[in-house]
């Protein structure tokens, strides 16, 4: 079991690009999920999937913000036109589909936008 | 909605002090109820977890109960070490299969001095 993973871990970039993020998941759990957490805050959910399906999303999730699980397995989280109200870590979970569906996190994206 | 509330911090105790550190929601139904850790420079961490009523959560010397009829999940701990200086955060999830995503409160910071 290698945990949760994410890449990058830290990415710098100007307002207005265009930013990509990928999770991988521990390899049998069939949920993911991504969430935002901003400094002295706790995180804020985002959206999840259930397999390839995208079955939640928040209302934090504007329409500049797409998530993908094309497979079922890894999932890309993209922002576009970044601004600089998106800089923020941003957290992936993975968890299995029944229990107390227990979510375990990844190290995390910490995303500046200047 | 659901919501989470734990006490604000930041807490700063000696080694081997008495800590507990207040947590209480608001839900429907049965919430599942959840304590993360997050170490400096780490990702966030299950530390223990409950999923009905009068269920005591307990991992590393830390201890939860959930009590329904305060709806409360407070953390204790009887001895804290320096290695307990981190930032924790109580969370829920919904009762349900649907219910994806975990509500966090903001977090305590505890620091643990020698």
């Known amino acids: 079991d290698t945990g949760v993973s994410q890449d990058p871990r830290h990415k710098i970039t100007k307002r207005g690009q265009n930013v990509t993020f990928r999770c991988d998941p521990i390899s049998e759990h069939n949920r993911l999920y991504w969430y935002r957490q901003t400094l002295g805050q706790g995180p804020e959910f985002l959206t999840y999937?259930?397999?390839?399906?995208?079955?939640?999303k928040s209302r934090l999730l504007s329409d500049r913000f797409s998530a993908e699980r094309p497979k079922g397995s890894f999932s890309t989280l993209e922002i576009q036109r970044t601004e600089q109200g998106d800089s923020a870590m941003y957290l992936c979970?993975?968890?299995?589909?029944?229990?107390?569906?227990?979510?375990?996190f990844g190290p995390g994206t910490r995303l500046t936008v200047t | 909605g659901n919501s989470v509330t734990q006490m604000e911090g930041p807490v700063t105790l000696s080694e081997e002090a008495f800590l507990t550190i207040n947590c209480t929601y608001t839900?429907?139904?049965?919430?599942?109820l959840f304590w993360y850790v997050q170490y400096p420079g780490e990702g966030l961490q299950l530390l223990l977890k409950?999923?009905?009523?009068?269920d005591k959560g307990s991992n590393k010397g830390f201890e939860a109960t959930y009590r329904k009829e305060t709806t409360s999940f407070h953390l204790e701990k009887g001895s804290v070490q320096v290695s307990d200086s981190a930032v924790y955060f109580c969370?829920?999830?919904?009762?349900?299969?649907?219910?994806?995503?975990?509500?966090f409160g903001k977090g305590t910071k505890l620091s643990v001095k020698p």
């Open positions: 409950a999923t009905k009523a009068d």
């Open positions: 969370a829920l999830r919904g009762y349900g299969g649907s219910q994806g995503n975990l509500i």
């Open positions: 999937f259930q397999n390839e399906a995208q079955l939640e």
């Open positions: 979970a993975s968890s299995l589909v029944g229990g107390s569906y227990e979510q375990y």
């Open positions: 839900a429907t139904g049965y919430p599942s």
